[in-house]
């Protein structure tokens, strides 16, 4: 019998140091004349000098509009597509230098799930050869062996070892994300980037393959890079959330510090478009905030703060000077880049989450498992 099965047992991983590292991350994608030379006459800055952390056993949720730079960065971290220019450690290994070689260890350590669930599976392939793929790749179990391996994720992932032979179109839509979440979780990697893995599903399937991947999770200690654009869904999923506006980190913070008191106004805007049925109960003492104008072209970004362009409380200074990440009074894990935050006392977006709304729209609690890699992390800091 083979040893690399489908996963078994709580993973609780040791101290608590930091997974993935990100430090001042750049992908440019150059901008090519029409003329036969091609000679590059412009920068896409899709990701522009991004820093984040996401710790182990946690889920740090990335957010932000439609363009915004967030799938480039998955895929950048992912190594599906190479840096421009800035650093990626995982576990303290720089990824951003790795050979190609190299970078087979790297596939066993961070797998993605995408969006589509439609257009990831290769509709051609049945699902015992599309989830042993992994195994074929990385030297893992053969014939009968990765036949059993394949089976017993199928049935992780809440579906049947029937499935085996059936091909990816005879599945629904949420059926197809858990196939692939299940490809993402063969080889049992460390880090999981979501990539929008829910937003092309019915609501009420959503929920179920939320509440698969929260349960994974806490079985397999997985750390979660998770990026959506709906923030009810980054809330309850997410430990710490970042706020990315044209390629730029603006916002970023413990989750309850970060949706009880936004201090970034494009944050404040963000979660205005929640559909929070708590909200209703602040219409008194809240303002629904509209963004007027589309985002700029990540070609040609505003100059100073880059959302000067749509930004309510935009000021002289703002198209003049950037503003830098500065940690709030309260918590210095909260940071945001604005020269003219919320201020305290000001009318919050109708979205934000108050304490009543945190009461009666609660967060998951934190199982067993995940605890004790909190409580290991805390122990040893
Ligand atoms: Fe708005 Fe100015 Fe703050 Fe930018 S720096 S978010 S333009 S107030």
Known sequence: MSTVTAPAGPTVHPAGDNLLEITDLVKHFPIKSGSLLGRTVGQVRAVDGVTLSVRRGRTLGLVGESGCG??????????????????IKLNGTELTTLRSGQMRGLRR???????????????RRRVGSILGEPYAI??????????????????????????????????????RQRLG??????LRP?????????????????AQVLNLLEDLQDEFGLTYLFIAHDLSVVRHVSDEVAVMYLGKIVERGP????YSRPRHPYTNALLSAVPDPSAAAQRGTSTRIVLTGDVPSPAAPPS???????????????SQEEPLLRPTPEDPEHVFACHYP????????????SESAQAAVPRRAPSPARTSITKNREGSA
């Open 70 to 87: 967030k799938s480039t960065l998955a895929r950048v971290v992912t190594a599906l597509q190479p840096a421009t220019s800035g650093s």
């Open 109 to 123: 350590q961070v797998q993605m799930v995408f969006q589509d669930p439609y257009g990831s599976l290769n509709p």
């Open 138 to 175: 990385h030297d893992g179990p053969k014939g009968k062996d990765r036949q059993q391996a394949v089976q017993q994720l199928l049935e992780r992932v809440g579906l049947s070892s029937d499935h085996y032979n059936r091909f990816p179109t005879e599945f629904s839509g949420g059926q």
């Open 181 to 186: 979440i299940a490809r993402a979780l063969a």
């Open 190 to 206: 460390e880090l999981v980037v979501c990539d929008e893995p829910v937003s092309a599903l019915d609501v009420s399937i959503q």
């Open 255 to 258: 989750v309850e510090s970060l």
């Open 304 to 318: 100073g703060c880059r959302f000067h362009t749509r930004c309510p409380k935009a000021q002289d200074l703002c």
């Open 342 to 353: 919320v201020a305290a006392g000001e009318p919050l977006s109708i979205g934000t989450w």
